[in-house]
Structures are given as C-alpha cells and as structure tokens.
C-alpha cells in the first residue's frame, strides 16, 4: 500500500478514512484533523488559558506536544493517585514531555492530602477505586483552574473512549449520564471550568501512531484499576463492529453530537436551566450539602486540605 500524498510506501493504513499514508504525511493529516475540531467545535479560543489533564498515557501526552506544535502554550496537571510503580513511572514520563516542552505541571499526590492511595480511599468510602478517582481528579483539576486562573481543562479522551462509554450508556440506557458527554462542556453546565476534548472524533490507535512517530515516551501499562473494566469490553465490540465496517465508530460518535447539538439548541430555546447547588465547605458544585471531595476528607477525619508540587 502506497501513501496518499507522496507514492512512497505506507506506514500507516486507515480503513475508516479509506485511506493510508508515510509517517510524516500522517503527522501532517493528524495534525490537520485535530485543527479542524478545535476550530469547528471552537474548543480553544486566542484569550482562552488552558492546563492539560496528563496522565503519562498516549493520548494526555500527545495532546500536550500536539498543541504546543499549534502554538497553544498550556500548562499540565497530574493526579498521582500513589498507585505504586504506575504511578511513578508515568510522572517521569510527564516530567520528560514538560522539561521537552517547556511547561509547568502542577502535581496532586492523593497520598500527601488522604494519607493513603486511591484504592484504599475507595475502600473506606465504599467505592469502587475509578468512581472515587474519577471524583477526586475532576475536584482537583477544577481547583487548579480556579486557584492558578486557567479558564479551559483540556482532556486526551479519544473517539474509542467515547464509542465505549456511549455504547454502555445507552446498553443500560443510563439517561441520566447518556446526554451529558459532549466534546466541549460549557461553565454555565455546573462545572467551574469549559471542559474540551480535542481527540474526540480521533481514533485510539491514531493517537498512539501519531505518539510513536512523534518520540513521545508514555507508560504502556494501563491502570491497574482498569482491569476488568466494562469499557474494555466495550472497547472489544466495538473494535470487532469496526473490523467488518470501517468508520462505525466515527458514525456513531458523530451522529450523537448531532443529536446532542438539536437538543441543547432546544432547551436553550425553552429556557431550562437548572439549578446549580455548591458545597458548604469549599463551594464547588454538588448535589446538596458537601461536595464528594470534602465528605470523603470528613469521613477519613481529615480537614480541607488541597496543596500542589510544581515541576518546571
Ligand atoms: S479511573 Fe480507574 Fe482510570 Fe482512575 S482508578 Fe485507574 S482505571 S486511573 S482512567
Ligand atoms: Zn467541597
């Protein structure tokens, strides 16, 4: 198989997109696409001050660079959950992309603030470790944003984490998470920052190609809380769907910020807002009372506490 652009022999073929490449004209595609979502969707604004959620992996990590090759100079923000080796291994690979950037990363140790690592955090509320993580990473990048004046939280989130998480959204027909993803969320939505996901409509193996090829160093092992996951399982599927017809994924991605765009114009028209409640102790948005973060510290006896190490 032959490069699209220049005839010598691909690298790379992409059967969603009926198509293949050499690795530096995939550099040049991969860029493009990702420009054309920030700009169609106007995820990143010239004003806007953005910070990147890394996590050592891919996806975080090749944002990070991708941007910085934009010209959008942002900073990073790293929860160490003080998962062992997994943790440490991918703040080395953090460190390495910020010292080759140049940027700051603001780092978060959970075992500094709880005094123990996620798993056993989860444990003492009675959560499986991705819930209390989940909960803990979205307090701490918030804060970031409010106390160091970012106004924009970038995530690597790819279109085969979304595909999954549609997918068992709508298997189990969890409305009420069903139609809250989108690929920029809005402040006036309850979250304290805009929230965008720049590798929404790209594919996983796309990212890791567009790493490879670029001299990004990430961590290959997944979490090891990721083990047995749902989404994985999900992931397989879907994979298996895309084998047979190249391009499901994007389709069905697309078609569900389609959907999402006609209902949010809708409700706009119709005036719904809700009704926004914030924590008692710190102020962030919450269902009523304390906010998960601040209830989880009072139930291990620990007062509010939220600190950062800076690298850079
Ligand atoms: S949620 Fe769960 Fe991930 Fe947190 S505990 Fe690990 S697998 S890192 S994306
Ligand atoms: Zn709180």
Redesign the pocket.
Known sequence: MKCRICGQPASINLRSHKTAFCETDFLHFFERRVRTTIRKYRLVGKDDRPVVAVSGGKDSLSLWYLLSRMGIAADGIYVDLGIGDYSRVSLEKIKAVADRLGRKVFIFHVRDIFQMGIGEVARAIRRVPCSACGMIKR?VMNRVCMDRGYNLLLTGHNLDDEAAALFGNVLYWKKEYLWRKDIVLEEKEGHLSRKAKPFFLCSEREVAAYAIISGIDYIYEECPFSKGAKTLTYKGILGRLEESSPGTKLMFIKGYLNELRQMKMHDEAAGEAKEVIY??????P?LGG??????TLKKLGLS?RVEFEEYG
């Open positions: 307090y924590c008692e102790t710190c102020g962030y919450t304390q906010c998960g973060f601040c209830w509010y």
